[in-house]
């Protein structure tokens, strides 16, 4: 096993993590060249640590949001929660719960200043919530019939195998495909 | 015989370039950096002497120039790039012209330039015409060739914005061009001098085709003499390595280069597939009226984008789906999109020790022809295509933040969205004299979203340029004498928010003195009234609109005689509107750029800008964080108690046991009102089915319909009849 990279400790990116770090501690982490090879070590460590459940966490991709690996396989995304939304593979705002203001009045409760509004004729906002804890989970001002914008599909096992060089177990070629669209066509047959 | 090395002609060695990346995965070909490997130091010394002159040729070619956009708010680049066309190397400034200058050479070798009109040592050549590679006909290059006994290696460029532009609107900045006959000033590809120094003929052409000529001489002679010293520097690095040294030395920085960037993305990010979308406004109803029809309509700008980060570290980004090309002012090329998508690159992954082209060796871009930036009308109108190829700046920001938080690099986040309003001048002075100006203050100077650890910095950067400076109000005031500035500030509420909020906004309050005969403002918005962004990260909200007020016919003089305060930003001036302390005739707000505002004395214009998104809940947000913000003023007690769920005291204090039990009842109405999102889509899908759309949606979905790749995902989201057609 390699040594730790200790030029950023674990409990230094421990505090970066929950907000508490200096900001020039901070900006001496900005300025390491090479950077710590095995922060992605210690970030899963650090983030394993703070969870209440025990399934492996493969990435991080949101503030409360994570694709674990499942025990009886598969990966899915999971909020620190425990609540799960199902296969990665799927834009996991599918699985929240939603919320659309449609009005100026609506937006008005969380856009502070009036004159910046934005114009509730054209768009609404949605905010999608974790359906187990109703934390907010993401934010978007779009028209009227605009599909969820999917944030991030990682490459797992390119990442695992090829970036890290620890390749995942469960690997197979149809991990890096995307199955977002299958939520709606099923959804369109049960109707 | 060619003019470049081994007797090549120019077109011969820009063909090679590309031939020679596309069949070894090596800029130039180099598997092996020898000069690099042999003697870094030396290799090291070579670059920075390099980087040394073009940071010399600024700094005292700048003093030449009476622009303060090039003078104190650091709008102006040198650069020097290598036969072929990539930059090597440049000084600070607007840094996003090394991934266009390139094209420029591509285009004057495609033009058969070195038969006709010839390249020969102390020419000085000009373009800003976009579709020859210049992003924006704001953005002038002069640039003359360097030659070492007969054989072209180098050039040297000279770069800036200008005041005014010639166009329909003043300034640099017009935001309404049906046409590239309406851009303004537009000169493809020219040999404008000889001798290092360009001819007498060419100053008539500012004199005559733009409003602000002195400024525009000034700026030209700027750049030429910039141009010609370095050039001077250049040749004393050749003498002391030799001209093999510089040769290879040249390409090498960029093979190099592009090796620092693909190990970056491999060692901060996560393979991938990433989206990115904005959506703005442009407006023109009403405002062309008939001489331009297919000008008279109003457009909701989509732009998505769909970022692959690819096993190799290489990114591709494929922007299918963007708005059609137009009869308005924001259509681009691909120079365009480069140069100022590379704003977003640099500060995310693309500083190296010298900013050079080595980026275009490791990124590559879909823009589908008829789309925005792919136009196919040889006239399209493109005097403001940075207005939304600036919306793309921030796809690198959005898809790379996301990347590197995932993989733990939390330092390596830096959050920004569409930014700045800027303002364009004309008029006609008591005494009959014309002039025009420009400002850039609140493009200048931003603030950034927030980081996932930490509230946004205010007036921490600029977009367009990473060495900016807010610039003086006093140099402002006098040359343009009818904008006295009274209010510059950051403004309370006006952010994006979230556990961590958005840098707060900027705000500026002018008011109109004497004018004398006339007045108009043109003020161009980054925003286009649908909010900052189309997404929020890490559930906080996304930033919110610009916000641009005119309050005409006021009583500020009269405050004024009376020795009253004024009111310093738009917030105050709907303020005092209402309490009846200040009076105006009519009122004029806009969240998007405006058409020309005639203007008289005693007029308040303030505007507002880069009023960024923040990270996380709301409900999250540290209770010590929210009583900083109300004892500096930053945030009202009233958004405290509504977003953060913050109850506090007539000290500014949280009561935490009010608070945590109003936390727990905002929740519990996102529970009561939120919907399943199955449920959620069934309505939506009702609506799209049905066509419910408002008529500017409409018209977008149609527009964006017709490309494959969005019809794809529209279809397959909302399981719509194959025949389904807008």
């Known amino acids: ?191 | 015989m060619g003019i470049c090395y081994q007797g090549k002609t120019l077109k011969e060695v820009v063909r090679e370039r590309e031939r020679l990346f596309k069949d070894t995965g090596y800029a130039y070909g180099l598997e092996k950096l020898e000069l690099v490997e042999s003697d870094p130091a030396k290799f090291m010394r070579f670059q920075m002497r390099l980087v040394a002159a073009c940071i010399n040729a600024r700094e005292t070619a700048k003093l030449i120039s009476a622009n303060p956009m090039s003078l104190v708010q650091g709008e102006l680049l040198f650069l020097l790039a290598n036969p072929e066309g990539d930059v090597t190397s440049a000084s600070y400034g607007l840094a996003g012209h090394i991934q266009s200058f390139p094209f420029i050479i591509r285009s004057i070798a495609d033009l058969g330039f070195e038969e006709d009109p010839g390249i020969n040592e102390g020419d000085v050549f000009f373009n800003n015409d976009a579709r020859y590679g210049a992003p924006h006909n704001a953005d002038c290059y002069n640039w003359v060739p360097i030659f070492y006994k007969g054989e072209l290696i180098g050039w040297t460029v000279g770069l800036n914005h200008i005041t005014d532009v010639g166009g329909l609107q003043p300034g640099g900045l017009g935001v309404i061009s049906p046409s590239v006959f309406t851009d303004g000033f537009t000169v493809p590809p020219t040999k404008i001098g000889a001798n290092f120094k360009a001819h007498k003929w060419w100053e008539l052409h500012w004199k005559r085709r733009t409003r602000t000529e002195a400024f525009n001489v000034l700026d030209d002679k700027m750049r030429v003499a910039g141009a010609v010293a370095l050039q001077k520097r250049v040749m004393e690095v050749v003498e002391e390595f030799g001209i093999d040294y510089f040769r290879r030395g040249l390409r090498e920085i960029i093979e190099r280069e592009r090796r620092v960037l693909i190990q970056r993305i491999k060692t901060q990010a996560v393979p991938g597939i990433y989206h990115y979308l904005n959506i703005s406004m442009v407006k023109y109803k009403g405002v062309v009226g008939k001489l331009f029809a297919g000008s008279n309509r109003d457009w909701i700008i989509h732009e998505p984008a769909e970022v692959h980060i690819r096993p190799d570290g290489s990114l591709h980004m494929d922007l299918e789906g963007m708005t059609s090309e137009g009869d308005f002012h924001c259509n681009a090329y691909e120079p365009a999109v480069r140069m100022l998508t590379s704003l977003g690159a640099w500060p995310m992954f693309a500083y190296t020790s010298t900013i050079n082209s080595s980026i275009q060796y490791m990124t590559t871009w879909n823009l589908p022809p008829g789309s925005m930036f792919n136009p196919q009308n040889p006239f399209a109108a493109t005097v403001m295509s940075l207005a939304e190829v600036g919306k793309y700046v921030f796809m690198f920001h959005t898809v790379l933040n996301y990347a590197f938080f995932a993989r733990g690099y939390l330092e390596e986040y830096l959050g920004r969205e569409p930014d700045g309003v800027g303002y364009g001048l004309s008029g006609v002075m008591k005494d009959g004299f014309r002039w025009a100006g420009g400002d850039m203050t609140l493009i200048t100077c931003c603030s950034c979203k927030a980081f996932p650890y930490r509230d946004g910095v205010a007036a921490a950067f600029c977009s367009p340029n990473p060495a900016p400076d807010m610039g003086e109000a006093e140099l402002g005031e006098f040359l343009q004498p009818t904008q006295l500035n009274i209010g510059r500030k950051l403004v309370p509420n006006y952010c994006g928010h979230g556990k961590y909020r958005g840098g707060l906004g900027i705000g500026m309050c002018q008011m109109i003195v004497d004018p004398g005969q006339s007045l108009t403002a043109a003020v161009f918005a980054s925003s286009g009234g649908m909010g900052r962004a189309a997404t929020g990260m890490g559930g906080g909200y996304p930033g919110i609109n610009d916000v641009v007020v005119f309050a005409h016919d006021t009583n500020m003089r009269e405050l004024l005689k009376e020795g009253k305060s004024y009111p310093r930003d738009f917030l105050e001036v709907r303020k005092w509107l209402a309490e009846g302390r200040l009076k105006a005739g009519s009122v004029e707000v806009y969240n998007t750029a405006t058409p020309n505002i005639p203007c008289k004395d005693g007029d308040i214009f303030a505007s507002a800008s880069t009023a960024m998104g923040g990270w996380g809940d709301p409900l999250e947000r540290d209770y010590a964080l929210v009583e900083d913000d109300l004892h500096y003023g930053w945030m009202t007690p009233d958004a405290a108690r509504t977003v953060y769920g913050a109850v506090t005291d007539e000290k500014g204090k949280v009561k935490v046991a009010e608070s945590n039990k109003l936390r727990q009842q905002i929740r519990k109405r996102r529970q009561e009102r939120s919907v399943d999102a199955r449920e959620w889509w069934r309505e939506e899908r009702q609506k799209v089915t049905k066509k419910e759309f408002p008529e500017d949606v409409y018209n977008m979905y149609a527009d964006c319909l017709k490309y494959g790749k969005f019809r794809r995902e529209f279809m397959g989201m909302w399981q719509l009849p194959e025949d389904y057609k807008l």
């Open chain 1, 1 to 191: 096993m390699e040594p730790r990279d200790e030029r950023v400790s674990k409990e230094h990116l421990k505090l970066l993590v929950e907000g508490n770090l200096a900001w020039e501690e901070v900006k001496k982490m900005l300025r390491l060249r090479p950077k710590d090879r095995d922060r992605f070590w210690k970030y899963l460590e650090i983030l394993q640590e703070r969870v209440p459940w025990k399934d492996k966490i493969l990435l991080r991709i949101s503030d409360h949001l994570y694709i674990v690996a499942k025990k009886g396989g598969g990966r899915v995304v999971k909020c620190d929660c425990g609540h799960e939304f199902g296969d990665y593979r799927a834009n996991w705002k599918l699985s929240c719960r939603v919320y659309v203001r449609k009005t100026r009045e609506e937006m008005a409760e969380v856009v502070s200043v009036e004159e910046a509004l934005p114009n509730a004729n054209l768009v609404e906002m949605r905010e999608f919530y974790c359906p187990g804890c109703f934390a907010l989970l993401a934010v978007e001002v779009v028209p009227v019939g605009y599909p969820p914008v999917s944030e991030m599909f990682p490459d797992l096992d390119t990442f695992y195998r090829e970036w890290l060089g620890k390749p995942l177990e469960d690997e197979r070629p149809d991990w890096f495909q995307d199955r977002t669209l299958d939520i709606p066509a099923n959804w369109a047959k049960e109707a």
